[in-house]
């Protein structure tokens, strides 16, 4: 994803939102190795890393907590922050130019679906 999307984040430009791509790749990391303590620590009657395994899933609750709090309160500033960007975006909507193809491709792509 973040190799072959990169073309279409111009189509935002700077938001100042963390890459998604990015984000995906690192929550893969964190559950690979939170699931890591969960299936050795089962496996091995380890108590430490069954109680480190619990410990992470009670952060991850808390965690989902916040984010969803977060996004609820902050959804009408995202969403104009997102609008603005997008027709900012659409001075770069060159169809001729090679330089934002990202941005003419996915300009295409909303306006034909």
Not at 19 to 32: D, E, K, L, P, Q
Not at 54 to 79: C, N, P, Q, W
Request: charged share 15%.
């Amino acid at each position: 994803m973040h190799i072959h999307m990169r073309n279409y984040f111009d189509f935002l430009g700077d938001t100042g939102f963390v890459n998604s791509a990015i984000v995906f790749i690192v929550m893969g990391i964190a559950i690979t190795l939170i699931s890591f303590f969960g299936c050795c620590g089962a496996c091995t009657k380890n108590a430490c890393m069954m109680y480190t395994f619990g410990s992470f899933m009670a952060l991850i609750i808390l965690a989902e907590i916040g984010v969803g709090t977060t996004v609820y309160l902050y959804k009408d500033e995202a969403e104009q922050t997102i609008t603005m960007a997008m027709k900012d975006g659409m001075h770069n909507y060159r169809p001729d130019s090679i330089d934002y193809q990202g941005v003419t491709k996915t300009w295409d792509a909303l306006l034909q679906g």
